[in-house]
């Protein structure tokens, strides 16, 4: 028998399940096999912690707290009535409030937009003034052009 | 007071019955639910769930069963169903146990004193024994839970599966090979 083997089969030879041959050739490989042997060992061992366990005294005030529980248990089954007065006010304020709050949005949507309107229109009237601007500053640069050719003329005739 | 007689009372709404019939059986249940959980706390929590369902399906105890057997059967359905609550939440325990560190410790203590290495390898040994169980089919899990540590006999376990008898040695003697492959692949990886 193999390592592979012999690893598959420990369950059987724990339980007692395999045959005189079996058995046999399984022992001639764990006097061979240290690794397998341990492995054994290991299991053997583990095994003898199924079942144990700390055994759970009497509870001397087990009734009690289980008569708690169940009390708090039909308590939550039960529950308290609510009062005709909440079951329609507090859907109604519910109501209402919603309402509240879409009219606010829609008020401010609305608000929203008008004011798009303005900036569009203080747009145009931005581009009207820098049009006027421009137009400005080249009849600036007309006469600029015109003082410069004056002076320039000037200052020639005065260096001849 | 026999048990057709304190269930005849606790049927017609006797709370002093109840009382009894808890006092009675308390160990016995809270005991069963630990072997399934390996845990106190679960245990003692999910026995309570145990009594409440007995009180209330009281009215549905015929007499067919003996009354531990019946009650028997209840403590082992509630701890089946709260292991397969606790496994759709496990994900959460996974992340829980990420950050605050696993406290889900085995109940067993090594009784005898030896070193602390000692107790750490028992304690270890016990964590990878739970491990199997929990792999376990549930059929297979409820045989060899109440096989070894129960101490149930065959008949005993029949009857509280509801299965024939020679079928329960089948599932007890699979289970143990399935607790074995788990430890033997457990260990060479290890």
């Known amino acids: 028998m193999k390592c592979k083997e012999i690893q598959y089969r420990i369950p059987e030879y724990l339980e007692g399940q395999l045959s005189e041959n079996q058995k046999k050739a399984f022992n001639r490989h764990l006097e061979q096999c240290k690794d397998c042997k341990e492995l054994l060992a290991q299991v053997s061992h583990s095994m003898q912690y199924l079942g144990k366990k700390e055994s759970i005294p009497y509870q001397p005030y087990y009734y009690t707290r289980l008569k708690a529980k169940m009390e708090k248990r039909q308590e939550a089954i039960s529950g308290a009535p609510t009062p005709l007065w909440k079951r329609v006010l507090q859907p109604a304020a519910y109501t209402f409030f919603l309402g509240v709050g879409i009219y606010i949005g829609i008020m401010l949507g609305s608000g929203l937009n008008g004011s798009q309107q303005e900036i569009s229109r203080a747009e145009e009237e931005k581009s009207e003034l820098d049009a006027y601007a421009e137009s400005a500053f080249m009849n600036e640069m007309e006469l600029e052009s015109l003082t410069s050719t004056f002076i320039l003329t000037n200052d020639t005739s005065y260096e001849e | ?190």
């Not at chain 2, 017609?12 to 106190?40: I, K």
């Not at chain 2, 376990?157 to 089948?170: F, R, S, T």
């Open chain 2, 1 to 190: 007071m026999n048990d057709q007689t304190l269930v005849k009372r606790i049927q017609e709404g006797d709370e002093d019955a109840f009382r009894t019939l808890v006092d009675q059986h308390q160990e016995m249940v809270v005991n069963v639910c630990n072997s399934f959980l390996h845990n106190t706390d679960d245990a003692l929590d999910v026995s309570q769930d145990v009594f409440i369902k007995i009180f209330e399906s009281i009215h549905k105890y015929k007499g067919q069963a003996k009354l531990s057997t019946w009650i028997y059967r209840i403590a082992v359905n509630h701890s089946l169903n709260h292991i397969r609550s606790k496994k759709r939440r496990n994900w959460l325990n996974t992340l829980d146990n990420l950050f605050n560190g696993d406290d889900d410790k085995p109940v067993y203590e090594p009784a005898d004193e030896g070193s602390y290495e000692q107790q750490l390898e028992a304690e270890e040994e016990q964590k990878v024994m739970i491990k199997a169980l929990q792999k376990l089919p549930e059929k297979q899990k409820t045989a060899l839970t109440l096989n070894s540590y129960e101490e149930m006999a065959y008949k005993d376990i029949a009857e509280v599966m509801q299965i024939p008898v020679n079928q329960v040695g089948v599932l007890i003697t699979r289970a143990r090979k399935s607790v074995q492959q788990y430890l033997i692949d457990y260990y060479k990886n290890n």
